[in-house]
């Protein structure tokens, strides 16, 4: 294969919006030049022409696949004030049923979900390790290496977060037994994370996630450091539940942030999952560590998590990005415009996270623009967004679409994200080849068949 082109009307880069865009591509999908006001000889140049308006392909930096199989089966009260934990126990009956096949066909119709929903990039937080006996896999990376099969079949790009979990609750407390596939130590981490790393290939990322602080100690997560030294990204929950800040401090005399940034050195290497109860001190600190914040705002309101201070974050000029965390909802769209929802709810005020000297102002550029920003550095990108050398990885967007009947790209941005969603999304290239046109995946069919046989094959367990 020899270098490939695409020309764009209109394209989100860097820099800001461009007009008549040639896209020039490697072998690899990776972008090699961007020619900005293209002129009609080099536009002839181009495999294919793009008319609808052109945006970088959204990371989605927290993920749990397997979590998928229960989106939706949790809205019933139990009778008594459910909460997190009451979620978690069920979340926990609901996964003692799926294997390694059953994960790859979850994995693969939430990964398509994603792709058709402007999801370019997955980083796969994945905790179920073990067998149904808690015992390890002839393989011991068995089931982060099917969500990264699922991830190649459809398309996705991918970062592996092989998740280290050793106990039940802060204090080095014993995990319980619906914690059992999930439970390794330093040397087994560590012989996984290799696994992993030996079937990766060069474009997809493997970094590190210690589960929270309640699941790890100082000298496991330490030891676990010291072994894989250099190795970024590292992700890790935190301060999502209140009950966990008390725990925390009931434990060590200091909130989960304050303890983090006390024992490990936090810079831009890491990725802060929730970060939604924390003190002002900590959210400076937060802000200004260069970490950055994992937010999942359609989950955290699912699961009565909590609000995450934008305000302080943004005086800052702190880090964020967008996950599907629990699956409940998979929408770039509906992340971003809840992000800004829960801050207009709690401030009663209106178009809270936007720049006033950029964008004129406009909310979804801005809310866009440093979600692409957060969520690259989280999934362990060495670039942001469509810039030479990334992989050229775009969502196009349907100008025509009735509820973007606008003239300027900003306004159609803030259109998409607070009014038209995931319909107005036309077609999502990955290395530079389109995977979905018209909201459809060629493999559509059979992965949805597949899925349904297996939540069947789930129900009847
Ligand atoms: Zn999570």
Same mark, same amino acid.
């Given at each position: 294969m020899s270098t490939r082109y695409l020309w764009c009307s209109s394209i989100l880069l860097p820099t800001g919006w461009a007009e008549s865009v040639l896209l020039e591509m490697d072998v690899d999908g990776k972008l090699s030049n961007i020619v900005v006001g293209s002129t009609e000889q080099q536009k002839a140049l181009a495999d294919e022409h793009i008319t609808g308006v052109a945006v970088p392909g959204m990371p989605n930096l927290h993920s749990h696949a397997h979590q998928r199989a229960m989106a939706g089966l949790a809205e019933r009260s #139990? =009778?008594?004030?459910?909460?997190?934990?009451?979620?978690?126990?069920?979340?926990?009956?609901?996964?003692?049923?799926?294997?390694?096949d059953q994960l790859y066909d979850i994995a693969r119709m939430l990964y398509l979900e994603m792709l058709q929903a402007g999801?370019?990039?997955? &980083?796969?937080?994945?905790?179920?390790?073990?067998?149904?006996? @808690?015992?390890? +896999? !002839?393989?011991?990376?068995?089931?982060?290496?099917? %969500?990264?099969? /699922?991830a190649r079949d459809v398309g996705i790009g991918f970062t592996a977060l092989p998740v280290l979990y050793r106990y039940g609750g802060f204090n080095s407390l014993p995990s319980t037994k619906g914690q059992s596939r999930f439970v390794t130590g330093c040397e087994d981490?560590?012989?996984?994370?290799?696994?992993?790393?030996? /079937?990766?290939?060069?474009?997809?990322?493997?970094?590190?996630?210690?589960?929270?602080?309640?699941?790890? !100690?100082?000298?496991?997560?330490?030891?676990?450091?010291?072994?894989?030294? @250099?190795?970024?990204? $590292?992700?890790?929950? $935190?301060?999502?539940?209140?009950?966990?800040?008390? !725990? %925390?401090?009931?434990?060590? @005399?200091?909130r989960p942030v304050a303890w983090?940034?006390?024992?490990?050195?936090?810079?831009?290497?890491?990725?802060?999952?929730?970060?939604?109860?924390?003190?002002?001190?900590?959210?400076i600190q937060l802000g200004t560590s260069g970490a950055t914040a994992g937010l999942c705002p359609t989950t955290e309101a699912n699961l009565g998590d909590g609000l995450f201070d934008m305000q302080v974050s943004l005086e800052q000029d702190g880090r964020f990005g967008i996950g599907s965390? #629990?699956?409940?909802?998979?929408?770039?769209?509906?992340?971003?415009?809840?992000?800004? +929802? =829960?801050?207009?709810?709690?401030?009663?005020?209106?178009?809270?996270? &936007?720049d006033h000297k950029k964008h004129n102002g406009h909310c979804g550029t801005?809310?866009?623009? *440093? /979600? $692409? #920003?957060? @969520?690259?550095?989280? %999934? =362990?990108?060495?670039?942001?967004g469509l810039a030479i050398g990334a992989t050229a990885n775009f969502v196009v967007l349907d100008k025509d679409h009735p509820r973007m009947a606008v003239d300027d790209c900003d306004s159609l941005l803030d259109s998409w994200i607070f009014s038209a969603? !995931?319909?107005?999304? #036309?077609?999502? +290239?990955?290395?530079?080849? *389109?995977?979905?046109?018209?909201?459809q995946h060629t493999a559509q069919e059979e992965i949805v068949n597949r899925f349904q046989n297996t939540l069947n094959q789930l129900k009847q367990n």
């Amino acid at each position: 294969m020899s270098t490939r082109y695409l020309w764009c009307s209109s394209i989100l880069l860097p820099t800001g919006w461009a007009e008549s865009v040639l896209l020039e591509m490697d072998v690899d999908g990776k972008l090699s030049n961007i020619v900005v006001g293209s002129t009609e000889q080099q536009k002839a140049l181009a495999d294919e022409h793009i008319t609808g308006v052109a945006v970088p392909g959204m990371p989605n930096l927290h993920s749990h696949a397997h979590q998928r199989a229960m989106a939706g089966l949790a809205e019933r009260s #139990s =009778g008594e004030q459910d909460n997190f934990w009451s979620w978690r126990s069920v979340m926990y009956q609901m996964l003692e049923q799926i294997g390694p096949d059953q994960l790859y066909d979850i994995a693969r119709m939430l990964y398509l979900e994603m792709l058709q929903a402007g999801y370019t990039h997955v &980083a796969e937080f994945q905790y179920l390790h073990h067998d149904r006996n @808690g015992n390890m +896999y !002839d393989n011991p990376a068995e089931m982060t290496l099917q %969500c990264l099969q /699922a991830a190649r079949d459809v398309g996705i790009g991918f970062t592996a977060l092989p998740v280290l979990y050793r106990y039940g609750g802060f204090n080095s407390l014993p995990s319980t037994k619906g914690q059992s596939r999930f439970v390794t130590g330093c040397e087994d981490y560590c012989l996984l994370w290799h696994k992993v790393a030996e /079937a990766l290939k060069s474009n997809e990322i493997l970094g590190i996630a210690p589960h929270s602080l309640r699941a790890i !100690d100082q000298t496991l997560l330490s030891e676990v450091l010291k072994q894989l030294e @250099g190795v970024h990204p $590292i992700h890790i929950h $935190i301060a999502e539940q209140k009950k966990e800040v008390e !725990d %925390c401090v009931d434990w060590s @005399g200091m909130r989960p942030v304050a303890w983090l940034m006390e024992h490990f050195e936090i810079d831009h290497q890491w990725c802060l999952i929730h970060a939604t109860h924390l003190d002002y001190a900590e959210k400076i600190q937060l802000g200004t560590s260069g970490a950055t914040a994992g937010l999942c705002p359609t989950t955290e309101a699912n699961l009565g998590d909590g609000l995450f201070d934008m305000q302080v974050s943004l005086e800052q000029d702190g880090r964020f990005g967008i996950g599907s965390d #629990s699956q409940i909802s998979v929408s770039v769209t509906e992340e971003l415009r809840w992000m800004e +929802y =829960g801050q207009r709810l709690s401030l009663h005020q209106r178009n809270v996270i &936007a720049d006033h000297k950029k964008h004129n102002g406009h909310c979804g550029t801005f809310l866009y623009q *440093k /979600a $692409i #920003s957060g @969520g690259s550095a989280a %999934c =362990g990108f060495p670039l942001e967004g469509l810039a030479i050398g990334a992989t050229a990885n775009f969502v196009v967007l349907d100008k025509d679409h009735p509820r973007m009947a606008v003239d300027d790209c900003d306004s159609l941005l803030d259109s998409w994200i607070f009014s038209a969603g !995931d319909s107005a999304i #036309s077609c999502v +290239y990955i290395n530079g080849r *389109k995977v979905i046109n018209q909201g459809q995946h060629t493999a559509q069919e059979e992965i949805v068949n597949r899925f349904q046989n297996t939540l069947n094959q789930l129900k009847q367990n």
